[in-house]
């Protein structure tokens, strides 16, 4: 026995209206033609589907029973076609990211550009806080993609790791200390510094590592975010200790930038709900940070 599809349809339609006329209109042919197409189906089954008379089509008892194995098959091609559907929306509808505000003030804003030649049906939006703030909006799933240093264990992420990138010195660029071509600790002793506030991951690594050198820490003023601190070193407030991408925005404005030993890394990562994966957009827009992330690390002070 051959069936095709054709001839399935031509008998839904002939079931459902119970008119060949209507039942041809629905499908596209001619009346003739779903005609045929029925009489062959009759064919292919072995018994009649339907008496003909003058006030339309009345299907036969054997054909209720076969239209019923009709319907679970056409809800079965429904529901492909939904799940089609779904996976078409994911590369076409939204893409929400949540972001450190580094990332996203001096980085992504490249990253977007590219993103929307390669998806312009995707809209993309972008929200810039702190990283607990992105860890929290992502296991919260209110955002897709997060970029965020977070710590080992976060209930309710995936993350992908990111190029790491090490922290560097910013200082004013007449500042005697730009004669070295690496700052370490001691350097520091006693000079005003302007730092990161404590919650930060990064900056309570470099605390550490300056706490641990025995120098004298003269902290003169703290931020939440690295961009006013680069403003007041290139004023000639101080110096600070800052990830690399908030202080190369910020190099042509009066700064010096010098590598910083022992490193303090920054580990950034592409964190996304646990239970939700990654559309190919979303992959994609990683895929772009990821080579942006990869310049940044090899850009020299």
Same mark, same amino acid.
Request: charge should be neutral.
């Given at each position: ?21 209507? +039942? ?5 042919? *001619?009346?003739?033609?779903? !005609? ?53 929306? %994911? ?6 990211? +949540?972001? *450190?505000?580094?990332? !996203? ?15 312009? /049906? ?23 993609? /997060? ?23 910013? %200082? ?17 002793? /006693?000079?005003?510094? %302007? ?20 120098? *004298? ?22 110096? !600070? ?12 404005? /009066? ?10 890394? %920054? ?11 990654? !559309? ?22």
């Amino acid at each position: 026995m051959r069936l095709n599809h054709r001839q399935i349809e031509a008998f839904r339609y002939a079931y459902q209206t119970g008119n060949m006329t209507v +039942a041809a209109d629905m499908l596209g042919v *001619t009346q003739p033609a779903i !005609s045929r197409l029925i009489r062959d189906l009759e064919g292919e089954l072995g018994f009649r589907l339907f008496e003909r008379t003058r006030g339309g089509l009345i299907a036969t008892s054997d054909a209720a029973e076969f239209f019923k194995e009709v319907e679970r098959s056409f809800l079965g091609l429904e529901r492909l076609a939904q799940t089609a559907k779904q996976i078409r929306d %994911l590369r076409s509808g939204d893409l929400k990211i +949540a972001a *450190t505000v580094a990332t !996203s003030f001096h980085l992504i804003p490249d990253i977007i550009r590219e993103f929307k030649i390669r998806w312009p /049906g995707v809209k993309f939006s972008l929200h810039a806080c702190a990283s607990p703030q992105v860890r929290e909006l992502i296991a919260l799933q209110h955002y897709d993609v /997060g970029i965020a240093v977070i710590p080992a264990e976060a209930p309710g992420i995936e993350s992908v790791d990111l190029p790491t990138l090490e922290t560097v010195c910013v %200082l004013p660029e007449n500042h005697p200390l730009t004669h070295k071509e690496v700052i370490q600790p001691r350097d520091l002793d /006693g000079e005003p510094l %302007l730092m990161i506030s404590d919650y930060s991951i990064t900056h309570r690594r470099i605390r550490r590592v300056l706490e641990a050198s025995g120098i *004298t820490l003269n902290v003169i003023f703290e931020s939440t975010f690295s961009a006013p601190i680069c403003n007041l070193i290139s004023q000639g407030m101080g110096l !600070s200790i800052l990830e690399p991408i908030t202080a190369q925005a910020h190099q042509k404005g /009066g700064l010096a930038i010098r590598p910083f030993s022992p490193s303090v890394l %920054l580990e950034l990562k592409a964190l996304y709900p646990s239970n939700r994966p990654l !559309s190919e957009p979303a992959q994609d827009f990683i895929r772009l940070l990821h080579n942006a992330l990869e310049k940044t690390a090899e850009q020299k002070a």
